[in-house]
């Protein structure tokens, strides 16, 4: 986040700048913290707050800073490779729109250790 | 908020410390931005999430670390001392539960110099 902003300034000025997109209407809908452990200490901390939209204005970069851009339909996202636990975020907001809460605990090379969802 | 908790999880145990209440299903309703400002610098910045229940058990403390407490009945929240901001923030979740999301610049004694409200 850059000074001042709030989490939806946020997420509506990084989807522009790694995607070319302007997102409208971003609704939140998961706010989690993650844990980065290495030999029983906590190396790093963050959180990530997940929005939806379906409504958004420009065309898809077919590239930025943080890699190559696809569109990927709906039903294939689940299989795409990724976080374990940026799947159950997929796979609860891709099915509901209530509000999830979670903390994830991860090994340095992003292996999940440990994780609380609320709704579980 | 302590190592590993999300935000929902501050919200209970700082809510159950400051009155002795448990609450039960807050939704989160307010996510904002907090700058202080001191000569043109920012002398602190903070973020705030406000969460929304009118379920709860247990029996409120008469006193805690945070003061006196007491049951404000709704319609002379907007009318207690408070900084004019978290008036705001009453005001739009008294009304809406739609989420508002925000940022507040205030002196620091605690004057607001400028807010940006969404929705406004």
């Given at each position: 986040m850059e000074p001042g902003e709030n989490i939806k300034d946020s997420a509506v000025r990084e989807f522009k700048e790694e995607t070319g997109l302007d997102i409208e209407n971003p609704e939140l809908r998961g706010s989690f913290t993650f844990i980065m452990r290495e030999e029983e200490k906590t190396a790093q901390e963050w959180m990530m707050f997940t929005f939806y939209t379906t409504s958004y204005t420009g065309e898809l970069l077919e590239e930025s800073e943080e890699g190559e851009l696809e569109w990927v339909p709906v039903d294939e996202?689940?299989?795409?490779?990724?976080a374990e636990g940026d799947r159950e975020i997929f796979r609860h907001i891709l099915s509901s729109d209530h509000q999830l809460y979670g903390t994830f605990v991860y090994t340095?090379?992003?292996?999940?250790?440990d994780q609380d969802l609320d709704p579980s």
């Open positions: 996202v689940l299989n795409k490779p990724m340095t090379d992003f292996q999940l250790i």
